[in-house]
């Protein structure tokens, strides 16, 4: 283990295990199922923001399981994966080795590498994906890594980005008036006698701080807001394209149940002002979710 008296702080390698990537890190129930073939909501995402990727190089920063090496790669791309967490590394690298197509596996590569001093040559790469990273590096890390990322991205080769939860969120909204809805309707279906699937302290979380699993209370040491992030990437030589504030397309309903799918839809009304808090400038508060792209600048 690191000697945090004598070593910068950081978030251990040995904390994002097997058990992490299989089991919670988003998207692991499809790559359960396609190891990397299919992709959900947030990849597709990603891959619309990047645009055309054929015969460009590509880099996935935090790659973990590999998803983005493996569907860049099926676009047509050189594309590389790199994590520096060695669990992140052997399921991707097995991920690969399953690919069918000799020319696909010969486009893909994946390395155990730190972000903060990359192993490539200068302006090696078009586009480079920085997928829920943010949030897991301390501010000194994170300005190490956008100083990486602008020497090996070429001049006018993009940045896109994604970070989770939104800090305007969780500082502001939740403790101020998402919680609050949430106490009160427990409290109203205490008296009406109809706490079930829906009204529970799991499902409406009344603490003064957002929830989040032990994964999470470990690994988020750095969320942002969108001004925060956009001004850490432009002192780093980059320009904002566009920044966007974002929620998952929802796939049906949440519970099997049509009646607790109504009562959760008005609830997160209230409490999410869903659907009018995605459009602007509500989206800027609400929306858990960032996304950035920026160019590189000379």
């Not at 966007?244 to 002002?273: C, H, I, M, T």
Request: proline share 6%; glycine share 6%; charged share 25%.
């Amino acid at each position: 283990m690191t000697d945090r008296t004598s070593a910068p702080e950081s978030v251990e390698p040995d904390v994002y295990t097997d058990d992490y990537y299989l089991t919670n890190c988003h998207g692991y129930e499809d790559f359960v199922i396609s190891g990397g073939r299919k992709v959900g909501p947030r990849f597709v995402k990603a891959l619309s923001l990047a645009g055309e990727l054929r015969g460009k190089r590509v880099l996935d920063v935090g790659c973990g399981r590999g998803e983005l090496v493996i569907q860049s790669a099926m676009r047509g791309a050189d594309a590389w994966g790199i994590d520096y967490a060695q669990a992140a590394v052997d399921i991707a690298e097995k991920a690969l080795d399953t690919l069918d197509d000799p020319a696909l596996r010969e486009r893909t590569h994946v390395r155990q590498m730190d972000v903060k001093a990359l192993q490539f040559d200068d302006a090696f790469f078009d586009a480079v994906f920085m997928m829920d990273v943010v949030e897991h590096l301390y501010p000194h890390e994170l300005s190490a890594a956008f100083d990486e990322l602008h020497r090996t991205i070429r001049p006018g080769g993009l940045l896109v980005m994604h970070t989770s939860p939104n800090k305007n969120f969780e500082s502001v909204v939740y403790p101020n008036y998402s919680r609050r809805i949430n106490q009160a309707a427990l409290k109203i279906s205490g008296w009406l006698g109809i706490r079930d699937g829906l009204f529970n302290e799991t499902m409406l979380p009344t603490g003064r701080e957002f929830p989040h699993d032990a994964y999470e209370r470990e690994m988020h040491i750095n969320e942002h807001s969108a001004p925060k992030l956009r001004a850490e990437v432009e002192r780093h030589g980059f320009r904002v394209r566009t920044t966007q504030f974002w929620e998952p397309p929802s796939k049906g309903g949440y519970f099997n149940s049509r009646r607790l799918n109504f009562e959760l839809a008005v609830l997160d009304f209230l409490r999410f002002l869903r659907p009018l808090s995605q459009y602007p400038p509500l989206n800027r508060l609400f929306c858990n979710h960032i996304w950035m792209t920026a160019e590189r600048l000379p």
